[in-house]
């Protein structure tokens, strides 16, 4: 009965942290219901399996549970793609089913570790975290042999570039594909454009305020 009461105990820890990570947390930021399903199965599918491994007594049946935690950290989701930030939402939901599913771990403990990962993910996924901070991969129509060219005309086009590297150049059809790091422009402005000297060289980028003439700069 205690084992059963333990195990409960667990059980609910575990559902309260994975719905927490779940609908508090993911969905109302990257809004994905296609993802919900798979978060909650896995993690309750590793909470069983461990709970249930761990029943079977000896050291063989909990490494057999780490081991299969492995193998299910590495599943790639094959029907859809999947950003970098959903992976740390799916690789959370396996840990918290691990956690709380170990049942020689002490509630207290697991319920405080539990609450650690979800303050992590609460914090680093935050949206004020580097809000204006962008990743994007663009296609040019046109191919620039100048580097300060091209970062003049990625920052018309985006914002302040951070980091950029040429994925590919197609000098057949004057195409530059990029992947690009950029700041996005601060609200009430639009892409900075080049300021050039009087020589013609650049001398600088602006941000044009938006609904103003194109030639007026703040």
Known sequence: MDSL??????LGLDLLAVCLLTFAIYYPRHRRRDLVPAYLALNVALFTVVAALAELGGSGGMALGFGMFGVL????????????????????????????????LAFGLAAALSAVLLLVVYAADHPRLLARSRRTVVTLDTVHGDPA????????????????TVMEVDYVRDLTVVDVRYREPEPGTRPVRTVLD?????????????????????
């Open 5 to 10: 009461r333990h195990l409960a105990a667990h």
């Open 73 to 104: 950290s590495i599943i790639r989701l094959r029907s859809d793609s999947v950003q970098h930030e959903e992976v740390a939402y799916y690789f959370t939901t396996l840990v918290l089913g691990l956690i709380t599913g170990l049942p020689h």
């Open 149 to 164: 060219a091209l970062r003049a005309d990625l920052a018309r086009r985006l914002g302040e570039p951070l980091h950029w």
């Open 198 to 218: 009087e020589t013609g060289t650049e001398a600088g980028t602006t941000a044009i305020r938006t609904g103003a003439p194109a030639w007026e700069s703040v």
